[in-house]
């Protein structure tokens, strides 16, 4: 009963000084909304790049090997590799070049991403599925025939809506037979694992006049076999190694590189939610400076009721009721503006629908909530020690 009544009072309050009050809402749900936006453009980021790096394959270990002056070792690790039967699906260099000139087919020329030398299992390690003709074959690594797979955005730019298979491409002057084409992985963006070319990585002698490889995928079977099989990657690579100097070897996988990733993105949620928290503590400065001033108009109002033998803990209440109303108006408000500013802000960068997680609406609008309470006890424990008699003596 006390409490309904402490609410109308309070409804009552800011339905008297509106403009106040609408002042008052609004530091608090720009501090709300600045903490929803924050975080979540920074969710909203970081979803992108694990997905991205899901599309390229997870279960993958990363290998990079070099030995100054020494020999290239990728026959000694393929074969490995593939002993390793329980853990590994496959393997593949993933060397690189960019072609000179770009790529022509006919009169057209086009610059792809990268030209990558591939295995005959590059569309395992790298989670590509064909979508037209096939991928590189066994036969195709050993007899280095000049055969090539474009991903998307490559025939896209390249051949628009023509079958490129059979077709023929140049690469630095050397023809190469198109035998397939990946589906699409991302975006078909001039950055995206879509905008590759991927020919036999014995070519590379063709192409780089060099057959020194050093950066390998290997594709594990699940999560726990990653982890036996980087263990034993890095065994044989320190056999390999052993008492020979100028020798450089790493081992990584991409679900290490995913956790390290989520463990960042959570230390920068906290960093923005902290930064974008100073702004509710200035609405919670203003709601005590709005409830001060509050007290002050009505002192006489707290004397005639304390004279009429009201409790401390109503006039406590009635206040703390104020304060919580005012900061949970700005809170809801805060909540609807930063949805919609962190759908429109991805809409328009990132093209997708994203909604604000629901743990993070709800501590922005349970954190304003508290700063009224928490802003709103002052100025409450302040009406309630009024005395009646200095009380009704105020004008």
């Known amino acids: 009963m006390v409490l309904l009544q402490s609410i109308r009072m309070a409804v009552r309050s800011i339905m008297i000084k509106k403009s106040r009050a609408v002042l008052t809402i609004l530091s608090i749900f720009i501090g709300v909304a600045a903490v929803i936006v924050l975080v979540s453009l920074q969710q909203a980021n970081t979803d992108q790049w694990i997905e991205y790096m899901r599309n390229t394959g997870v279960n993958r270990i990363q290998v990079y090997a070099s030995m100054w002056g020494g020999k290239d070792f990728t026959k000694e690790l393929y074969d490995y590799c593939l002993s390793l039967t329980d853990l590994v699906e496959g393997v593949t260099p993933q060397q690189s070049m960019w072609p000179d000139n770009g790529i022509r087919y006919g009169a057209k020329t086009y610059q792809p991403q990268q030209i990558v030398f591939g295995s005959d299992q590059y569309g395992i390690c790298s989670s590509s599925v064909i979508a037209l003709g096939r991928d590189i074959a066994y036969m195709d690594v050993e007899k280095s025939n000049r055969v090539c797979v474009i991903g998307s955005a490559v025939k896209e730019n390249l051949f628009n809506f023509k079958n490129p298979v059979g077709e023929k491409i140049t690469v630095n002057n050397h023809p190469m037979t198109v035998i397939g084409v990946y589906e699409q992985k991302v975006d078909n963006s001039e950055w995206s694992d879509d905008n590759i070319v991927v020919v036999p990585y014995t070519l ?165 909530v508290v700063i009224g309470i928490l802003f709103g006890l002052y100025p409450a424990f302040k009406a309630s020690k009024l005395q009646p008699v200095d009380a009704l003596r105020t004008e």
């Open 204 to 368: 590379n002698r063709l192409l780089l006049n060099n057959t020194m490889i050093e950066s390998f995928i290997v594709k594990a079977k699940d999560a726990a076999s990653t982890v036996l099989a980087v263990e034993k990657l890095k065994g044989f690579l320190l056999t390999m190694y052993k008492n020979r100097s100028y020798a450089w070897y790493d081992v990584s996988s991409m679900n290490q590189f995913i956790e390290q990733t989520n463990e960042v993105e959570r230390q920068n949620v906290l960093i923005r939610a902290a930064m974008a928290g100073l702004s509710l503590l200035v609405g919670g400065i203003g709601i005590m400076n709005i409830m001060l001033t509050t007290v002050t108009e009505r002192t006489r109002e707290i004397g005639i009721r304390k004279a009429l033998g009201a409790e401390r803990r109503s006039i406590i209440a009635q206040f703390l009721v104020e304060a919580c109303i005012v900061s949970g108006l700005g809170g809801i408000v805060g909540v609807i503006v930063g949805i919609l500013v962190t759908m429109s802000y991805i809409k328009i960068i990132q093209d997708k629908v994203f909604y604000p997680q629901y743990e993070v609406m709800a501590m922005a609008f349970g954190i304003s």
